[in-house]
């Protein structure tokens, strides 16, 4: 069978959401068999599944390591580990539909459709301009990244070991990965350095806001730099999404960094014995890490179980969709509150910035939050039947598995054969998108609708 025929039968069998799920895992499986090459290898010993563990992590833009990435890895292998961020980051069918369209000049209407669930945007009749801008944006920011970190590492650790940390550390952060080849402590070296925190930090929010939202604003900047329409006018005409992401981004920040700083003020296991300054940039640094990224300039393992339970929540919460970032997304997390609190009020309708959120959306985002509860909880009992590990340590490498944040009170490389699959198959799950597995289930081919039939309302207690 030609590749051609290979193409056009995946195109007719599979829906776009399927073609999303197993492109991640044909991914994933080639990089793991790229990093089980004796090339990629600096010491023999590491089975096949840690390898696919690293690739997972990689892929999914995770961050949980069963092996120090530096000490297992030689260029080769860092280089792999890069360019599987960098795929991860950006969405395979982000890259299929570049290759497609360079080489082309077109996308099928199939590949469209994958695309629009794979970054969730909503113009199809502009999704040539949107793959660009993805591009460049992502070029844009990891390069200022590099040039910035570079000035920090290249004097540390010499020219050709400087620029490639920096190169690996602007992409994983900017990818919202969490992966380092600085050792085995992620950034607790760096605890008190303003430049590397406030580099990483900036990569990480502009990573995890979605690229739709960069799309939108920049639109609007160069109509204020056109000189078309005014600063405030602008404003009110960013899309919705745009202005609830940015929103919700800020506020999960600031609470979080309020919360940290507040609950480990004085834990000299963490922050305790730190300035002022350092401790509100600390407490700054893990509440942006925390929501997707997978950094980490503390040791989780010594910090207030308070800390950690609300940690957990905003790696729940997540990134805003569309981005490199996990969990159930800062959209959906907004539209169930402003469902709850509509409901208490007694409202028929759901209004957030002058515009009316139809109900569908609410439908979409329980689904979406309780799919991936459901996927956690399972995992959670896994572990738990498998692992001795205390119940929040295995809880909270359960949580930054699905959310794809990489975080780890300690238990990653001690996990059993078994509990890494399960922490593989939460990454897995996580990155791909409970809404598109749930989609993948249901193939397209032969289904067609039956007759609805209407029933009586039933009466149900509630509460």
Known sequence: MTLTKIRKKIRTNFTPAQQIALSFASVILIGAFLLSLPISNKIEGSSFLDHLFISTSAVCVTGLTTIVVVDQYTIFGQSVILGLMQIGGLGLMTLIAVFVIYMSGKLTLSNRLALNEAVNFFNLNDFNHFIKAIIKYTLFFEVIGFIVLATRFVPMLGIREGLFVSLFTAVSA???????????????????????????????????????????????????????????????????????????????????????????????????????????????????????????????????SASLFMMMILMFIGGSPGGTAGGIKTTTFAILMFMIISELQNKKDIIVFNRNIQREHFRKAFVVAFILLSTLSIGIIGLSLIEPFDFLSIVFESVSAIATVGLSMGITSSLSSLGKIIIILLMYLGRIGPLTLMLSINRKVGCKKGHEISYSNAEILIG
């Open 174 to 304: 900017f990818c919202n990965a969490g992966l380092d080849i600085l050792g085995g402590s992620s950034l607790q070296a760096f605890a008190h350095d303003p430049l590397i925190n406030l580099t990483i930090m900036f990569l990480i929010v502009v990573g995890g806001l979605g690229f739709g939202v960069w799309f939108d604003i920049s639109q609007g900047s160069k109509s204020l730099i056109r000189k078309t329409y005014p600063l405030q006018y602008i404003i009110k005409h960013l899309k919705v999404h745009t202005k609830l992401a940015i929103s919700m981004t800020v506020s999960l920040i600031l609470i979080g960094t309020i919360l940290i700083f507040l609950f480990e003020y004085n834990n000299m296991n963490s922050i305790g014995s730190f300035n002022l300054i350092d401790k509100i940039m600390a407490s700054l640094f893990q509440s942006i890490t925390t929501r997707t990224a997978g950094f980490a300039t503390l040791n989780i393992a010594t910090m207030k």
